[in-house]
């Protein structure tokens, strides 16, 4: 079946840098997408989400680009801080699912002093 | 107010038995939906209940079961364990209202001997 992928499984970065986690979908009808922060022992939480009649969305210090064209997501952060270190997920939304997240494998972020 | 709680956070079972964890909500929110999260993976959707009624199912075997009450609270259910069965669980909850943003529980581990 389709599947969310991620292009990288660790990513280390610098503290106050600016980090990237970029995400694949092969779903074309996928038109709701979500990523997650799991910190150690904790359960996924919301970091920001984006439709598909939308190309880009910003939180705080957050921003998800979307590009329909390639089917690619992505999530920068920006300063990044040691607080960041975390497995990030995307997920995906198939209108037809039930509103059942289809989520990526993770990309473990790793902020150093 | 409180978030998405489950019971128990750690459980030790062997093959062949049965176990049941339970998950309660976010108050107010009237669906609930379960996620394997198995070792190296990423999450793998089981159950969504709405409403008291089960709105889809994600690729499991029929061993794996179970079902909100009334109170919006849900039991997930797993027969005749497998060691493969050993796995984070996590619980979510929605508004249920055309909102796919989900919250989730810390999950309860399960480790099959």
């Known amino acids: 079946g389709e599947s969310v992928g991620l292009h990288l499984p660790t990513l280390s970065v610098q503290e106050g840098d600016n980090s990237i986690i970029n995400c694949a979908y092969s779903n074309s009808a996928s038109d709701y997408f979500i990523w997650y922060k799991q910190e150690s022992g904790k359960g996924p939480q919301f970091i920001i989400d984006i439709r598909s009649n939308m190309d880009k969305r910003q939180g705080q210090r957050v921003t998800v680009l979307l590009n329909k064209t390639v089917k690619h997501l992505s999530l920068q952060i920006a300063a990044t801080q040691p607080g960041d270190s975390a497995v990030y997920f995307c997920?995906?939304?198939?209108?037809?699912?039930?509103?059942?997240?289809?989520f990526g494998k993770g990309t473990s972020l790793l902020v150093t002093p | 107010e409180a978030g998405v709680t489950q019971s128990p956070t750690h459980l030790i079972k062997t093959r062949g038995q049965q176990v049941t964890l339970r998950c309660s909500p976010i108050s107010g929110h009237t669906s609930v939906y379960w996620y394997q999260q198995a070792l190296g993976l990423g999450l793998q959707f089981l159950l969504w209940?709405?409403?008291?009624?089960?709105?889809n199912r994600g690729n499991f075997p029929p061993r794996f079961s179970g079902r909100q009450f009334p109170n919006y609270s849900s039991e997930l259910n797993v027969n005749a364990l497998e060691l493969e069965d050993s796995a984070l669980y996590l619980c979510a909850s929605s508004s249920g209202q055309g909102s796919e943003k989900l919250f989730f529980g810390s999950g309860t581990q399960l480790s099959v001997l």
């Open positions: 209940y709405d409403e008291g009624e089960e709105r």
């Open positions: 997920a995906e939304n198939v209108g037809n699912s039930g509103y059942a997240l289809n």
